[in-house]
């Protein structure tokens, strides 16, 4: 069974890049090669301009592996002080950057506590410090808020968009396609092996032929009167009277233009229009539910 | 300071495992036994008078009996011989001790490395991956070592200055044990890195202890293969007996050597040593090989 093939990827200096796919899609794998962790069978890939698993490489490198976990002897700062030492790291910048790191993940209070003590939240947080030290030029990271509840996965989040902005290549692997769209700037799409679709997040998530138009002071009778006219009209359930009122249009440019002259001559205010968009899982979703040709 | 920190991790993963603490306990135990419970007078070389918690020693046949009986003296033994036999005693029981209790500690060194999450982690960074392996083989004798080390350096300056006979061939016994139970760990680190387990990793290592302490007696005896009739079976039994012997630890031979050390007669087989040492070192190799080429 091939794991992966003929998987034609770049990711440029810079990008946070997110790469997709269901279960056993070859993700990891993918990650595992470039690291050296697993070894290929035909291909060749570089990563930083040297080849998967070079010393040099890794040494500019971050990474946080899904389900990692450390040694349980160690306690958070000792795990720390020890991947930075394998990270080439010399005293005594290590120790005043391995304090930072554990302030970042908002770790200092458990510095001395054994990592085994750790819930699932902070080692993924010990995770990122760990992927963070060496300051990498590039950062992968395989589910990074996998189990973690929103505050942590905001907090996360905030993390990887201040790295972003530091101008560290990110590369991503998630099943949380929301975090996805959020951070990312281009995303690839495995699917068995293959890759099956890559672009920017605009690119993939295309406009709609829905629009969202978000009234106030539209009374009920004057919505009924706009229904019967304009077929593809549909509305939220009524707030107070008076208030906003989110309308949604499925038909083309003409309907819209309808629609907004119909809504001013009844003196009704429009506060906003948007065209919708696909979201990234309509996208994953219908691709990943596609049958192989 | 990338070896440094393998090395300092794994003394800390065997500290936190406490199986060597037990060892260590046991030998200060023994350690405090001799500083405390022993006193010698030594003159002309002779022991004149021993006393062990108070009671008198008093040579009686072959052997020693201790009794409330003042006087006597020991009938002449020799302050070296007193002091070879208490270190033949305690080296023949606690140096198969020491390695028994070593190889249950260091056991898990190998599997506990290859478990996933920390294996992808510790790949990821940047260190090659026979530099790891080894390194984590290299901490794991340093802790055994040091065992030793206290074990030998805190008897031998006790009886010293006690006696004031020093033995130095007592110091390289335990170096020669050090040695054993690298080339034991080279095995060790084999069966952990092909079956991932630590239990499999004790019973095939006790499989390797039994087995060289086995071939050996046909491997001495010339006329054992009389003893197979066949003349095909006899080859290939034959043949059998001398590979295994030349690829294992030389379990017996190691014990007569640490037996010549301490008791100063003849020299100690440096061809044993060296097979062993050539036999632990191919199945680290090995070992090492299988590592650095496989998947996680």
């Given at each position: 069974?091939?794991?992966?093939?003929?998987?034609?990827?770049?990711?440029?200096?810079?990008?946070?890049?997110?790469?997709?796919?269901?279960?056993?899609?070859?993700?990891?794998?993918?990650?595992?090669?470039?690291?050296?962790?697993?070894?290929?069978?035909?291909?060749?890939?570089?990563?930083?301009?040297?080849?998967?698993?070079?010393?040099?490489?890794?040494?500019?490198?971050?990474?946080?592996?899904?389900?990692?976990?450390?040694?349980?002897?160690?306690?958070?700062?000792?795990?720390?002080?020890?991947?930075?030492?394998?990270?080439?790291?010399?005293?005594?910048?290590?120790?005043?950057?391995?304090?930072?790191?554990?302030?970042?993940?908002?770790?200092?209070?458990?510095?001395?506590?054994?990592?085994?003590?750790?819930?699932?939240?902070?080692?993924?947080?010990?995770?990122?410090?760990?992927?963070?030290?060496?300051?990498?030029?590039?950062?992968?990271?395989?589910?990074?808020?996998?189990?973690?509840?929103?505050?942590?996965?905001?907090?996360?989040?905030?993390?990887?968009?201040?790295?972003?902005?530091?101008?560290?290549?990110?590369?991503?692997?998630?099943?949380?396609?929301?975090?996805?769209?959020?951070?990312?700037?281009?995303?690839?799409?495995?699917?068995?092996?293959?890759?099956?679709?890559?672009?920017?997040?605009?690119?993939?998530?295309?406009?709609?032929?829905?629009?969202?138009?978000?009234?106030?002071?539209?009374?009920?009778?004057?919505?009924?009167?706009?229904?019967?006219?304009?077929?593809?009209?549909?509305?939220?359930?009524?707030?107070?009277?008076?208030?906003?009122?989110?309308?949604?249009?499925?038909?083309?440019?003409?309907?819209?233009?309808?629609?907004?002259?119909?809504?001013?001559?009844?003196?009704?205010?429009?506060?906003?229009?948007?065209?919708?968009?696909?979201?990234?899982?309509?996208?994953?979703?219908?691709?990943?539910?596609?049958?192989?040709? | 300071?990338?070896?440094?920190?393998?090395?300092?991790?794994?003394?800390?993963?065997?500290?936190?495992?406490?199986?060597l603490w037990i060892y260590s306990g046991i030998v200060s135990l023994t350690l405090l036994f001799f500083l405390l419970a022993l006193q010698t007078d030594v003159a002309g070389g002779v022991i004149a008078s021993l006393k062990v918690f108070g009671l008198e020693g008093h040579a009686s046949g072959g052997g020693f009996t201790l009794d409330s009986q003042q006087g006597g003296g020991s009938a002449g033994l020799t302050a070296a011989s007193f002091v070879q036999g208490i270190q033949i005693a305690v080296a023949f029981v606690l140096y198969p001790l020491g390695i028994m209790l070593s190889?249950?500690?260091?056991?898990?060194?190998?599997?506990?490395?290859?478990?996933?999450?920390?294996?992808?982690?510790?790949?990821?960074?940047?260190?090659?991956?026979?530099?790891?392996?080894?390194?984590?083989?290299?901490?794991?004798?340093?802790?055994a070592a040091v065992n030793l080390i206290y074990l030998v350096g805190g008897l031998g300056l006790i009886l010293g200055i006690k006696t004031g006979v020093w033995n130095p061939g007592f110091l390289l016994s335990g170096l020669a044990m050090a040695?054993?139970?690298?080339?034991?760990?080279?095995?060790?680190?084999?069966?952990?890195?092909?079956?991932?387990?630590?239990?499999?990793?004790?019973?095939?290592?006790?499989?390797?202890?039994?087995?060289?302490?086995?071939?050996?007696?046909?491997?001495?005896?010339?006329?054992?293969?009389?003893?197979?009739?066949?003349?095909?079976?006899?080859?290939?039994?034959?043949?059998?007996?001398?590979?295994?012997?030349?690829?294992?630890?030389?379990?017996?031979?190691?014990g007569q050597i640490v037996a010549a050390l301490i008791l100063g007669r003849g020299?100690a087989?440096?061809?044993?040593?060296?097979?062993?040492?050539?036999?632990?070192?191919?199945?680290?190799?090995?070992?090492?090989?299988?590592?650095?080429?496989?998947?996680?």
């Amino acid at each position: 069974m091939r794991a992966l093939e003929g998987l034609d990827l770049r990711v440029p200096r810079g990008a946070v890049f997110g790469l997709l796919g269901p279960n056993g899609a070859g993700k990891t794998t993918l990650v595992k090669l470039l690291l050296g962790i697993a070894f290929p069978t035909a291909g060749r890939a570089t990563v930083l301009g040297r080849p998967p698993g070079d010393i040099e490489a890794k040494a500019r490198m971050g990474y946080l592996p899904e389900n990692h976990r450390y040694p349980p002897h160690l306690t958070g700062e000792q795990a720390l002080h020890y991947f930075g030492r394998l990270s080439g790291l010399r005293s005594p910048g290590r120790a005043s950057r391995v304090d930072g790191m554990l302030r970042r993940v908002k770790l200092d209070a458990w510095r001395s506590a054994r990592v085994r003590t750790y819930s699932k939240g902070m080692m993924q947080r010990l995770g990122m410090a760990q992927a963070l030290l060496n300051d990498p030029e590039l950062l992968i990271l395989d589910e990074p808020t996998d189990g973690i509840d929103p505050i942590g996965r905001h907090e996360i989040r905030d993390i990887l968009i201040e790295q972003a902005g530091r101008g560290t290549t990110i590369f991503l692997n998630s099943h949380l396609l929301s975090e996805v769209e959020r951070l990312c700037t281009r995303v690839a799409i495995l699917k068995d092996g293959l890759l099956v679709r890559e672009g920017s997040v605009d690119e993939l998530t295309r406009p709609t032929n829905v629009h969202e138009v978000t009234t106030r002071g539209l009374t009920p009778e004057t919505l009924a009167a706009l229904q019967s006219r304009i077929p593809g009209l549909s509305a939220d359930v009524a707030g107070a009277e008076g208030g906003p009122r989110r309308l949604e249009l499925r038909g083309g440019q003409e309907d819209l233009n309808r629609l907004i002259d119909l809504l001013r001559e009844r003196n009704v205010e429009i506060a906003a229009v948007r065209q919708s968009r696909e979201s990234l899982e309509d996208v994953f979703v219908k691709i990943v539910g596609e049958k192989a040709p | 300071m990338k070896v440094a920190a393998i090395l300092l991790d794994t003394c800390r993963e065997l500290l936190y495992r406490k199986t060597l603490w037990i060892y260590s306990g046991i030998v200060s135990l023994t350690l405090l036994f001799f500083l405390l419970a022993l006193q010698t007078d030594v003159a002309g070389g002779v022991i004149a008078s021993l006393k062990v918690f108070g009671l008198e020693g008093h040579a009686s046949g072959g052997g020693f009996t201790l009794d409330s009986q003042q006087g006597g003296g020991s009938a002449g033994l020799t302050a070296a011989s007193f002091v070879q036999g208490i270190q033949i005693a305690v080296a023949f029981v606690l140096y198969p001790l020491g390695i028994m209790l070593s190889v249950f500690a260091t056991a898990g060194l190998v599997p506990s490395l290859l478990e996933r999450g920390l294996i992808d982690l510790l790949l990821s960074k940047p260190v090659s991956r026979p530099m790891l392996f080894l390194s984590r083989f290299l901490g794991a004798v340093l802790v055994a070592a040091v065992n030793l080390i206290y074990l030998v350096g805190g008897l031998g300056l006790i009886l010293g200055i006690k006696t004031g006979v020093w033995n130095p061939g007592f110091l390289l016994s335990g170096l020669a044990m050090a040695l054993y139970f690298a080339c034991l760990l080279g095995f060790v680190a084999l069966f952990g890195v092909l079956f991932r387990s630590s239990a499999v990793s004790i019973m095939m290592t006790a499989v390797i202890f039994v087995a060289s302490l086995i071939v050996r007696w046909p491997h001495q005896n010339a006329d054992w293969p009389r003893l197979i009739t066949g003349r095909a079976a006899r080859f290939v039994a034959q043949g059998l007996v001398e590979t295994l012997y030349h690829a294992l630890p030389r379990t017996y031979d190691f014990g007569q050597i640490v037996a010549a050390l301490i008791l100063g007669r003849g020299t100690a087989s440096l061809g044993a040593m060296l097979g062993s040492a050539l036999a632990g070192g191919a199945a680290l190799a090995v070992a090492t090989y299988y590592f650095s080429r496989i998947d996680f």
